[in-house]
């Protein structure tokens, strides 16, 4: 009896051996002062929900968008019989790195199955993420949006995950942040195959849109940080905050939210989270192809997150060697700020008529300590089988006029975006992160 509870505890989602996980190096600079900076060797892990998951033998548990009944007849064998197995970064996922800088392509076709987009995080070592604590700090990198249209998002973000990846918490989790487990996000999203060391395979639900994705019956929640979300039409900063302390894996519509009307703010988390988007914010002349950050040509991007703990949110931009500072909000009963902060949040939900969920779940009071527990960093590339990016980069909701505040968001038309057309006109589709540099305020740039 001991022995057979042992062996249950003991039960876990297990490494595959196919492949063997090579993580592509992504160096980055620590800065105390204005040019003291020192180099820091990193590398990205992908995300384990990208990851091939067989039986150990090369038999699919999960197969296009669904679970396989044979091996996953429910969570717990699911977990116990299935690997995540290693990465071809380049070859399958369409990643490489030079050192300093990741180019994530939007869709590779490889040898097995043909990827779409990708997310992955950046590690320490081996087996633990980095974790950022971001009071009264600045983080900066260059990025290359000029191939990625309209409904393309290529987002450089922070989560607050375990470094571990779940693996003292969870029994299952013995992958861990090796194999990018442990994922969670405001939306609390349910299309990951595992939540704490689980599959979530009961009630899976593969999504009628989508060839590779479904929603199981368990989200998995916690605060995030969008320091980016953009292509080469629109951009928007936005911090979400969650009742959660860390990543909390949820269910129902009373912890996870969910998409629609007020399920939005039923739910852990502020899903629509405090955005500052330059266009939507009533600036059409500055983010784009030939504006004043000339989205045709790589720049810079410093966030500042000022306060200990954070109270604003500030941006500026570097592009030909000159700093270029945010535009301000040009919008009737918005004060003319560049700045997230509380007052900034209070305004805009007021003047676009939105629900101040950012507030109701804490506001910066909640940022604050959830950035002195520490994030993790994430890049990715996706495109919205929900409402194909529209709410970043076109006319959102699309049943509302585009003259009423905070409809406009870009200049996208609202037909653009759909995963089907950009899948396959823009597959070339690539962004490029690098020179990632982190420290006190005004010491990146
Ligand atoms: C890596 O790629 C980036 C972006 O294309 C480029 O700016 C940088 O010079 C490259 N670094 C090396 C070492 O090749």
Redesign the pocket.
């Known amino acids: 009896m001991l022995a057979a509870a042992l062996f249950t505890f003991a039960c876990s989602v297990g490494v595959g051996t196919k492949t063997p996980e090579n993580h592509p190096k992504l160096n980055w600079q620590n800065c105390a002062s204005k040019g003291s900076c020192s180099q820091v060797s990193g590398e990205v892990t992908m995300d384990s929900n990208w990851r091939w998951t067989h039986d150990g033998n090369g038999k699919n548990c999960y197969d296009g968008n669904t679970w396989i009944s044979s091996l996953c007849p429910d969570d717990k064998t699911c977990s116990d019989k299935c690997v995540l197995d290693g990465a071809e970064y380049q070859a399958t996922y369409g990643i490489q790195s030079?050192?300093?800088?990741l180019?994530l392509k939007f869709v590779t076709h490889g040898s097995y199955s043909t990827n779409i987009g990708s997310r992955l995080y950046l590690l320490k070592d081996k087996s633990t993420y980095y974790v950022f604590k971001l009071n009264n700090k600045e983080f900066t990198f260059?990025v290359?949006v000029s191939k990625l249209p309209c409904g393309l998002n290529g987002a450089l973000y922070f989560v607050e995950m375990d470094a571990d990846g779940g693996k003292a918490k969870y029994a299952g989790a013995k992958p861990g942040a090796e194999y990018g487990l442990g994922y969670c996000d405001a939306q609390c999203p349910s299309d990951l195959k595992f939540i704490n060391g689980e599959a979530n395979s009961e009630g899976w639900k593969p999504q009628s849109g989508d060839k590779n994705a479904g929603n199981g019956k368990y989200g998995s929640c916690c605060s995030e940080m969008d320091v980016w979300e953009s292509n080469s039409q629109a951009t928007a900063l936005t911090p979400h905050v969650c009742k959660t302390t860390g990543q909390q894996r949820c269910s129902g519509k009373s912890e996870c939210g969910g998409q629609d009307g007020q399920d939005r703010f039923a739910g852990l988390c502020d899903e629509d989270g405090c955005d500052f988007n330059n266009w939507r914010m009533g600036d059409k002349t500055f983010f784009g192809p030939g504006l004043i950050v000339d989205t045709k040509s790589?720049f810079v991007v410093v966030t500042q997150f000022y306060g200990s703990p954070v109270t604003e949110i500030r941006r500026k931009y570097v592009q030909n060697g000159k700093v270029i500072e945010n535009s301000k909000s040009n919008i009737p009963g918005i004060d003319a700020t560049a700045a997230i902060s509380d007052h900034f949040c209070e305004q805009q939900k007021k003047a676009f008529g939105d629900t101040n969920d950012f507030k109701n779940k804490g506001g910066f009071a909640k940022l604050g300590q959830v950035f002195d527990r520490g994030m993790v960093l994430v890049l990715s590339l996706w495109d919205d089988h929900q409402v194909a990016m529209l709410w970043l980069d076109s006319t959102y909701p699309t049943n509302k006029d585009k003259s009423q505040p905070g409809v406009d968001r870009g200049p996208c038309p609202t037909s653009s975006g759909k995963p089907d057309d950009v899948e396959s006109a823009s597959a070339d589709a690539t962004v490029?992160y690098?020179?990632i540099k982190f420290g006190a305020l005004d010491s990146t740039y």
């Not at 030079?98 to 800088?101: E, F, H, I, K, S």
């Open positions: 030079n050192g300093t800088a180019t260059s290359d790589p490029v690098g020179n």
